[in-house]
């Protein structure tokens, strides 16, 4: 991936709705060679899809919740059943193995609190959980799907050293 491939993706990060002859100019390319290299970056798996976000406020889905989860079983028939169970709960947004204290963390999507207290319980008849605690979310300060591209640019031996380029 060079530089130009970088450019595009920052391009369709902020926008994918853009027409390619957009994308093109914005990355200094024409048409089809813009097209050639996003296909690339389709068949590659770089781009998985393009999607459309949604503002949760307009959508009176404006209650976000954080919940971590602690577990007492650690094997894969539990892992299993409490995977089904998060996939099967459309409010939950996002899960993540975590390393620490806390196993698992989710974010949850809801309209009000009784939203989340529904979610909860259908939560804990799913599997078996040990400790779950849960904090509302106040105001969100930032929020972005857009990756941090400029890191790519780096070597990836002084990325590991924790170096950063200086700007």
């Not at 993706?9 to 100019?25: H, K």
């Not at 919940?67 to 079983?73: A, D």
Request: hydrophobic content about 40%; glycine content about 4%.
């Amino acid at each position: 991936m060079d530089e130009i491939d970088r450019h595009i993706l920052a391009v369709l990060q902020e926008d994918a709705d853009l027409a390619v002859t957009e994308v093109a100019a914005r990355v200094g390319l024409s048409s089809t060679p813009c097209w050639k290299r996003i296909q690339k970056l389709k068949e590659d798996g770089v781009i998985q899809k393009q999607v459309v976000l949604c503002d949760p406020e307009r959508l009176d889905l404006g209650t976000t919740v954080f919940v971590k989860i602690s577990t007492n079983h650690h094997n894969e028939a539990w892992l299993q059943q409490f995977a089904q169970a998060v996939r099967d709960i459309p409010e939950i947004v996002e899960v993540y193995r975590m390393s620490g204290d806390v196993d698992y963390l989710l974010r949850v999507v809801v309209r009000d609190i009784q939203g989340y207290d529904a979610v909860y319980k259908k939560l804990i008849q799913g599997c078996e959980l040990h400790d779950v605690s849960s904090s509302f979310a106040m105001e969100r300060i930032k929020y972005s799907t857009a990756l941090p591209l400029d890191l790519l640019a780096e070597p990836s031996s002084s990325r590991s050293r924790g170096e950063r380029k200086s700007k």
